[in-house]
């Protein structure tokens, strides 16, 4: 008994060890989504997607402790079910979607917390601006598919401070607080393919 125990054990370990072993990963973008929300005259929140979007993860670590993850969005495909809104964030006041049509994250670590938790660190393009962002991620863990592929679950979180990319549109109120919030948070959902 104790020694079926022992393997029994040893083929879970096993299992989870190869699970990510060299393993590359892209996003399905159709249960996919990139959202964002941002204080709006003070007292509200005014809530934003992308609608097109690409990443990958590749790692080759059980622990995803050396994932690497790439990831870019479409500034064009902003949606805040208001074009004319949609339309003043693609200008110069904000993304300049012509200039800069692209937002882009490049991982520099992804450090395993406990549980399903990770802290993901890397560089976020906006505009012509770099700066480092730490995200907070879920695993939602893995699936194997009836076509006999898998598929894995993320919930990244983090939020930026928008004038510090380059997104400094803005009025003061009467108060002197602004009418749009400097901090935005950010939320990407992603289900993820294994590829062959």
Known sequence: MKKQFLSLVLMMTLAVSVSFAQSTWKVDKGHSNVKFAVTHMVVSEVEGSFKMFDGSLVASKADLSDAVVNFSVDVNSVNTDSERRDGHLKSDDFFNAEKFPQMKFTST????????????????????????????????????????????????????????????????????????GKDVDVTILVEMDLQK
């Open 109 to 180: 670590s992804m450090k395993p917390l406990g549980g399903n938790k990770y802290a993901l660190s890397g560089n976020l393009t906006i505009r012509d601006i770099t700066k480092p962002v730490t995200f907070d991620v879920t695993y939602g863990g893995q699936i194997k598919t009836q076509n006999g592929g898998a598929k894995a679950g993320f919930k990244a979180k983090t939020s930026i401070d928008r004038i510090g990319f380059g997104l400094k549109w803005d009025r003061a109120l009467e108060t002197g607080s602004l009418v749009v």
